[in-house]
């Protein structure tokens, strides 16, 4: 492969962006505390590890060229966004403050949830797929074999992403006694409830790349 310095910097750039990912691991860290965010971080790092996998394997060019495919991915990942978004609304209409017992509860069983919302929020949308198959190359020398190449930049890429989330989640951590006053948490969850089904909807008008 060539330029992988460069690489290492537009991924650096790329990751910075919010996104789903981003929404998800703020929501739990805030909600369940560092430990869901970790857990989302860990969820989310997996579902790039199949990424990569799909890539080095050529199934995500069948997903990105097959229409009927990536509108299956994109549509069940655009409404599970959209889920998460209304749940988190939702939980905000009789939400009362919790005692210590409780909270310990949640704490305990949503680490498990945080997991899977990573995961599955990142392995559900084809743009990830997309972004594969049209970023990697561009750092390939024409003419040779893409596997360990591919192989290489997924890893660095999902490293690179486990660090920021990292540091992101460590940052917000900091700052969790004043996000969990009950009216700032309620503000918050609102807004990112708003901000995860407008992903969820930006994910179901996305238009399949051939």
């Known amino acids: 492969m060539e330029n992988y310095y460069l690489f290492i910097m537009m991924c650096i750039l790329l990751i910075?962006?919010?996104?789903?990912?981003?929404?998800?691991?703020?929501?739990?860290?805030?909600?369940?505390?560092?430990?869901?965010?970790?857990?989302?971080m860990l969820g989310t790092c997996c579902a790039l590890l199949i990424h990569t996998s799909?890539?080095?394997?050529?199934?995500s060019a069948i997903i990105v060229k097959s229409a009927l495919l990536?509108?299956?991915?994109?549509?069940?990942?655009?409404?599970?966004?959209?889920?998460?978004?209304?749940?988190?609304?939702?939980?905000?209409?009789?939400?009362e403050v919790?005692?210590?017992?409780?909270?310990?509860?949640?704490?305990?069983?949503?680490?498990?949830?945080?997991?899977?919302?990573?995961?599955?929020?990142n392995l559900l949308n084809p743009k990830v797929a997309v972004f594969f198959l049209t970023f990697l190359p561009q750092f390939v020398n024409p003419g040779q074999d893409t596997f360990l190449p591919f192989l290489?930049?997924?890893a660095t890429y999902t490293g690179l992403t486990a660090l920021w989330f990292f540091f992101?989640?460590?940052?917000?951590n900091q700052i969790s006694a004043f996000m969990k006053r009950p009216r700032t948490q309620k503000v918050f969850e609102g807004i990112t409830g708003i901000v995860l089904i407008g992903f969820g909807m930006k994910l179901a008008l996305e238009k399949a790349q051939h």
């Open 16 to 40: 910075l962006l919010p996104g789903p990912d981003t929404a998800i691991a703020t929501k739990n860290t805030f909600s369940i505390g560092k430990t869901g965010g970790l857990q989302t």
């Open 70 to 95: 990536f509108s299956i991915f994109k549509y069940v990942g655009a409404v599970y966004l959209i889920y998460l978004g209304i749940k988190t609304l939702w939980g905000l209409r009789n939400k």
């Open 152 to 154: 290489l930049m997924g």
């Open 98 to 121: 919790a005692v210590t017992d409780e909270r310990k509860d949640e704490d305990k069983y949503g680490s498990k949830s945080c997991f899977k919302q990573g995961f599955l929020t």
């Open 168 to 172: 992101y989640i460590y940052l917000l």
């Open 54 to 59: 799909a890539a080095v394997l050529g199934l």
